[in-house]
Each structure stands twice: as C-alpha cells, then as structure tokens.
C-alpha cells in the first residue's frame, strides 16, 4: 500500500489541524496504521496507531486526550484530528501501515510526511 499524508500547516497555539493519510490499493482496509512525528534532531515518536477495523486506538501520552485518530476505509483514508496544539507538536508528521505498535520499525509503508508548525 502506498501512503500520502496531507494536512499540515501553520497554526497557532491552542489551534487544531486535520491529517489526512490517503492510501492507494485494495489493502488498506486490512491493515493497522499509525502516525509518528519527527522534529529536527530528534528520533521519529509514536503519536497514535489504530486497528485495520477502527476498533482499537493507542495514543502516546503527550497527545492523548487533545489528538483523535480515525479510519474511513471506504475511502482508503486515515485521519489525525489534532486539537489544543502546543508549540512542542511541531514537527514532521507520518503516517504509516502494517502495525499499531509504538515501534517505527514495525511498519511497512510510509507516507512522505506533513510538516506541521506551531506558533507560540
């Protein structure tokens, strides 16, 4: 399955963005996927996965109960609702497929990133 991400930008604190993860191929549907971030130096961070049926999600602890994420797979597409952003969430967003783990490794396919800005 082939990913792109889309949806970032500019924002200011306190702000909300929507990420959108479009996947191409009959696949998607059947598979787990996540998102990961990455900011300039650091390591690539678990922000939240979810199951190839939308019934089970796994958040990171920094974005829980301010991000959601969701599944349409009629539409091959993922989401990442992103509220109460900070400035500390900029960063380079990833979508990826094949896994709900915590782990970057444990994924298959990856989408080219979403640069996401938050202005204090």
């Known amino acids: 399955v082939q990913l792109q991400a889309s949806g970032g930008g500019l924002v200011q604190a306190g702000g909300s963005l929507r990420l959108s993860c479009a996947a191409s191929?009959?696949?998607?549907?059947?598979?787990?996927m996540g998102w990961f971030r990455q900011a300039p130096g650091k390591e690539r961070d678990f922000v939240a996965s979810?199951?190839?049926?939308?019934?089970?999600?796994y958040y990171a602890d920094s974005v829980r109960g301010r991000f959601t994420i969701s599944r349409d797979n009629a539409k091959n597409t993922g989401y990442l609702q992103m509220n109460s952003l900070k400035p500390e969430d900029s960063a380079v967003y990833y979508c990826?497929?094949?896994?709900?783990?915590?782990?970057?490794?444990?994924?298959?396919?990856w989408g080219q990133g979403t640069q996401v800005t938050v202005s204090s």
């Open positions: 990826a497929a094949g896994s709900t783990s915590f782990t970057p490794n444990a994924y298959y396919s």
């Open positions: 191929g009959r696949t998607f549907s059947g598979r787990a």
């Open positions: 979810i199951s190839h049926n939308g019934g089970r999600t």
